[in-house]
T-cell receptor
């Protein structure tokens, strides 16, 4: 168990550029989540995958955001035409869901995005 | 819609003293409740969770929390804090299916430990 890995740790970009983040979950975890956290706030749910299927998307996930988990393993989160308001920590979490009362999320350390 | 309120933005406690972090939630059905801790540069770590049954839940690192339905509260406690407990603490409520689908987090409480 090497934990949830996120890359890069930090990303600085100019407004209008596209960025892509990667999340490698704990192997064999079937669920993967993306959250966003801004300074002084708790994490906000963005989207989640059950294996390769994207099952839920938050209203926070505008059309500029897209997430994929092509083979049910790693996931990418892309933001197109970045805006300064996109500056945040993007957190990934994974879990092995065996039932409704037996799920534990493991979070990565996040990718800190700064849009200039 | 569900929501979580953590009324204390910062709390300062002396090392060895007891701790209680407050959490109030709003949710239309039986809630799934969680406490997470976040240290600088670290990912969120689950301290404990409540789904059903005994309303006093034991977690890791000596933490416990008590679910009080009548007060819509899920306060986190520790009898004696250590300097390593200094961190950001988040209370969260779950939507369904074990609670992990779309957790709603509070804004967090920053815990400072005085020597």
């Amino acid at each position: 168990d090497t934990g949830v890995s996120q890359n890069p740790r930090h990303k600085i970009t100019k407004r209008g550029q596209n960025v892509t983040f990667r999340c490698d979950p704990i192997s064999e975890h079937n669920r993967l989540y993306w959250y966003r956290q801004t300074l002084g706030q708790g994490p906000e749910f963005l989207t989640y995958f059950q294996n390769e299927a994207q099952l839920e998307k938050s209203r926070l996930l505008s059309d500029r955001f897209s997430a994929e988990r092509p083979k049910g393993s790693f996931s990418t989160l892309e933001i197109q035409r970045t805006e300064q308001g996109d500056s945040a920590m993007y957190l990934c979490a994974s879990s092995l869901s065996r039932g409704p009362n037996d799920e534990k999320l493991f979070f990565g350390s996040g990718t800190q995005l700064s849009v200039l | 819609a569900q929501s979580v309120t953590q009324p204390d933005i910062h709390i300062t406690v002396s090392e060895g003293a007891s701790l209680e972090l407050r959490c109030n939630y709003s949710y239309g059905a039986t809630p799934y409740l969680f406490w997470y801790v976040q240290s600088p540069g670290q990912g969120l770590q689950l301290l404990l969770k409540y789904f059903s049954g005994d309303t006093l839940v034991q977690g890791i690192k000596g933490f416990e929390a008590e679910f009080k339905r009548s007060q819509s509260s899920f306060n986190l406690r520790k009898p004696s804090v250590h300097w390593s407990d200094a961190a950001e603490y988040f209370c969260a409520v779950g939507a369904r299916g074990g609670g992990a689908d779309g957790l709603t987090f509070g804004k967090g409480t920053h815990l400072i430990i005085q020597p």
